[in-house]
């Protein structure tokens, strides 16, 4: 995670404040959709699915979202729900998303709506899938304000296999009839309730998996020397990785390596064939996801041959860095300062190192993702519980604010798109 981050000056002149200004109160009319989005919240939170099939939680969003003015979609590879609201004036689209999906975390909140199935929205997604109902709703009931579209994606499978691509694959963002021209998404977490924070650039890390398996020749504990042992280039490699990223990357755009698994034999007097590890990566740009792997698979061969044994190299890329459009994230923070109060909006000094699907709507189109920090009151923010923790928890008091900051940013952001050019 970041160092504690940096209070974002108000920016009065910005063409997104005049923007935010001009548009209608959505944090009041929020409010009155609280007991709402609280109710949908703690239903969800109830009985959370995993993966990109949640039929349950499908037809909950389906049924907040009737008898609004949308146009709305199913997933054909997934259980995903596209919702498009054509507002009365002309102007570009713009694309709100919201992941729904839990994790396999046995829940140890105690709350009286937790879930009891084994599963646990321990991220958050049930705010967030909440969060975006009530912003269309906010939407929909100024439609006749509204300059050009909004997309609302309510996307399954974030926590994995993913189901950022699949939508895309399916047409989210072409869901209007229109490429969406800018898209946001909000993500909560635990810290001072009711703060925005976000920074332009490199938002969060990719998440990355790198398998390395060195072959050698196995034989009997006592005689290493009639053997290829592959467990000394396998222990070697692991040290040499850790010299290797402090020296072949800049500290200005970290890599962040944690080896996690190692295998190699059972019997403790056998030398085994085959030794591997495994491990995240985290990177924080396109040059160095694509620069690890081959620096990676060199150091693993050159330390395999001058064992005498062989390297099967694996590199996996789960999800790319989560990269803030600078326009779009400076839009963004100038628009929440107006909105809700520079106080309560935070400029980020340095990025996070977990990972977002979102990721892959922000490499086809411009735009940015924020956090909404949501701690309970009575939980120290600083000892808080973190995100995929048995024991976390989010205060559902937020979700009119997250729902509100939705609609304000896809409002502010047609109406500045489609304002004259002076």
């Known amino acids: 995670m970041s160092s504690t981050p940096a209070e974002s ?8 404040a005049s923007a935010a200004t001009a548009a209608p109160d959505f944090p009041a009319e929020a409010r009155a959709l609280a007991d709402d989005l609280i109710a949908l919240r703690r239903e969800l939170h109830r009985n959370p699915e995993l993966g990109n099939d949640l039929p349950e939680t499908q037809a909950r969003v389906l049924a907040a979202l009737e008898g609004l003015p949308l146009e709305i979609t199913t997933g054909t590879s997934l259980t995903s729900v ?4 054509r507002g009365a004036k002309p102007g570009p689209t713009v694309l709100l998303r919201g992941d729904m999906d839990g994790l396999p975390v046995d829940e140890q909140t105690g709350l009286d709506f937790a879930s009891a199935n084994g599963n646990m929205h321990a991220c958050g997604h049930d705010l967030h899938t909440a969060g975006l109902v009530g912003a269309a709703r906010l939407l929909s009931a100024h439609s006749d304000e509204l300059s050009g579209n909004v997309v609302f994606m309510f996307q399954p499978g974030e926590e994995g296999p993913g189901g950022a691509a699949p939508m895309i694959e399916e047409g989210v963002l072409d869901a209007a009839g229109t490429r969406a021209d800018a898209a946001f998404g909000v993500h909560v977490l635990p810290g001072e309730p009711g703060t925005f924070t976000t920074r332009r650039g490199p938002l969060m890390a990719g998440s990355n998996i790198l398998r390395v398996t060195f072959h050698g020749a196995g034989g009997h504990g006592s005689q290493p020397h009639n053997a290829l042992d592959p467990v000394p280039p396998l222990v070697e490699y692991c040290q040499a990785l850790q010299v290797m990223v402090t020296r072949r990357f800049s500290v200005f755009d970290p890599v962040v390596l944690a080896v996690t698994n190692l295998s190699a034999g059972e019997a403790v007097n056998v030398i085994p064939a085959s030794a591997s590890m495994g491990g995240s990566v985290r990177t924080l740009s396109q040059e160095t996801t694509t620069a690890f792997p081959q620096h990676a698979k060199e150091l693993a061969d050159s330390i395999a041959a001058a064992h005498g044994c062989t ?3 694996s590199w996996e890329v789960l999800y790319p860095p989560t990269l803030n459009d600078p326009e779009q994230a400076g839009f963004t923070l100038d628009t929440l300062a107006q909105v809700f109060g520079a106080e309560r909006v935070n400029d980020a000094e340095d990025p996070f190192m977990g990972s977002e699907d979102f990721s892959f709507v922000l490499q086809e189109v411009p735009g940015a993702f924020y956090f909404l920090h949501a ?8 000892t808080a519980a973190m995100n995929h923790s048995p024991l976390v928890q989010f205060d559902d008091a937020v979700l009119a604010d997250q729902a509100a900051s939705l609609a304000a940013l896809a409002f502010a952001h047609n109406t500045r798109a489609s304002a004259p050019q002076g």
Do not use: G, N
């Open 9 to 16: 000056p108000a920016s009065a002149a910005a063409p997104a």
């Open 82 to 85: 596209t919702a498009v609201l």
């Open 311 to 313: 390297a099967e190299f």
């Open 375 to 382: 701690s309970p009151p009575e939980i120290d923010p600083d």
